[in-house]
């Protein structure tokens, strides 16, 4: 018998041996912020905000990453999420993760003064609702009831003048984004929350709209298992990953409401991260240049909206 376990524990070792290591960076799906002092304002297109008002009034950062491109096998050895402030000052202030419940999806609010946002509008998450403006957070409550009241990890990370970069990589943090590989369905996000609530301690971060994609919020995976999923297959890069369209909510589990829909467009054309078409919407579904689309029958993952001419693409989720 030990000659057999010697032999196994030496399998186990080359195989272990073999595995390869990758890392890719991630950057959020959605991110946007609520304000507990302004319940129905949003803020889904500015930098991102968190900390307590002069009031005494908190506001939450809500990030969500997409990890599609990790395989289904992959076993996480470090994850490091990095955010950058854009108005660090000389209060020192710590910030913790909290995991988010609840599904919510980012709108179109561009608020000009971000630390009370704007009015929202159809498919922006608030602090009222999860997305606006009939999708309430857990129980008809608030997003007090959308988040894991306790933190990842007590430890957080702090700001000050000197130091303007939050950086969160514990073992629990490496636990959780391992969940979400495991378990997709379970991934809605974390928010970014005040570890010790002061008036006046609100600061501003670049969120995934910055320009300058150096200060983007950045999630940094390392795995071993198989290569990373393709997911520009389809011709489909990134950084065409943008247009006019507005599709809400997003991530969805039922239905999404596309909007913004250019008039040159004459069809709509849904994909998976393979290339293979999943739905078409044609010409005559397209005239109220409103499309609401049933999506409840499509395996959970990411799709993309494509225009007929190849003109647009936009990325939504499936959870």
Do not use: C
Request: charged share 15%; proline share 5%; net charge negative.
């Amino acid at each position: 018998m030990k000659k057999i376990y010697s032999v196994l524990a030496s399998v186990a070792i080359s195989i272990t041996a073999f595995a390869q290591s990758h890392t890719i960076d991630v950057y959020p799906l959605n991110d946007a912020s609520v304000y507990a002092g302004q319940p129905d304002n949003a803020n889904g297109q500015a930098n991102l905000v968190s900390g307590t008002d002069d009031n005494g009034q908190a506001t939450y950062s809500l990030l969500h990453f997409d990890l599609v491109e990790i395989p289904a096998n992959a076993s996480i050895t470090s994850a490091e999420l990095v955010i950058e402030a854009d108005n660090p000052e000389i209060a020192s202030v710590t910030y913790l993760l909290h995991v988010v419940e609840n599904i919510w999806s980012e709108g179109s609010a561009n608020p000009t003064d971000i630390t009370i946002g704007a009015s929202a509008s159809s498919g922006d998450v608030t602090y009222n609702n999860a997305v606006h403006p009939n999708d309430s957070w857990p129980n008809g409550s608030n997003i007090e009831a959308g988040y894991s009241f306790s933190p990842i990890d007590n430890q957080g990370d702090n700001l000050s003048a000197s130091k303007t970069t939050l950086s969160f990589n514990s073992s629990q943090f490496v636990t959780l984004v391992q969940s979400w590989v495991d378990s997709p369905s379970t991934n809605y996000g974390v928010l970014l929350k005040e570890a010790t609530p002061a008036n006046g301690n609100l600061r501003e971060f670049f969120s995934y709209e910055s320009s300058n994609t150096l200060f983007r919020p950045t999630l940094s995976i390392t795995y071993t298992g198989d290569e990373p999923i393709d997911t520009t297959t389809t011709s489909i890069r990134e950084d065409l990953v943008e247009s006019k369209l507005s599709v809400y909510p997003n991530p969805t589990t039922s239905n999404i409401r596309i909007t913004d829909i250019p008039e040159d467009v004459n069809q709509l054309t849904i994909m998976n991260i393979s290339g293979q078409v999943v739905k078409v919407v044609n010409s005559t579904e397209l005239n109220s240049n409103v499309v609401m689309l049933d999506v409840s029958d499509l395996t959970k993952g990411t799709y993309f909206i494509k225009g007929s001419e190849n003109t647009i693409a936009h990325k939504f989720v499936v959870m």
